[in-house]
């Protein structure tokens, strides 16, 4: 009974500091435009996604030219190889994207 109580009384706190903004319906919901809030949410993911790669490629290059510079150059032009087709890949996600949301 008493972890009964504990819950309530911290779900009922919760509800209570909550504004009323965030207990509204999403504006599609309350007649606006669905296909506009779904373009703008895909184009923030692809943007997302577009920006995690090229940080990851970047890094890779990184890797690669330290690996060169110690004197390990097969596997520093892996990494550097590797970086660029990651930024390839970024490149044409972002592109492909951007078709796709005109």
Do not use: R
Not at 15 to 27: H, I, R, Y
Not at 28 to 45: D, E, M, R
Not at 55 to 77: H, Q, R, T
Request: include cysteine; aromatic fraction near 6%.
């Amino acid at each position: 009974m008493k972890k009964f109580l504990i819950l309530f009384a911290c779900v009922a706190g919760v509800l209570l500091v909550l504004p009323v903004e965030a207990l509204t319906l999403p504006n599609y919901a309350t007649g606006g435009n669905l296909s506009q809030s779904i373009q703008s949410k895909g184009k923030a993911i692809t943007d997302i996604i577009s920006m995690i790669v090229a940080i990851l490629a970047i890094i890779g290059m990184l890797v690669g030219a330290g690996k060169f510079a110690v004197g390990n150059g097969e596997a520093g032009k892996t990494w550097v190889v590797g970086g660029v087709v990651a930024l390839i890949i970024a490149a044409s996600v972002y592109g492909i994207a951007a078709l796709v949301n005109t």
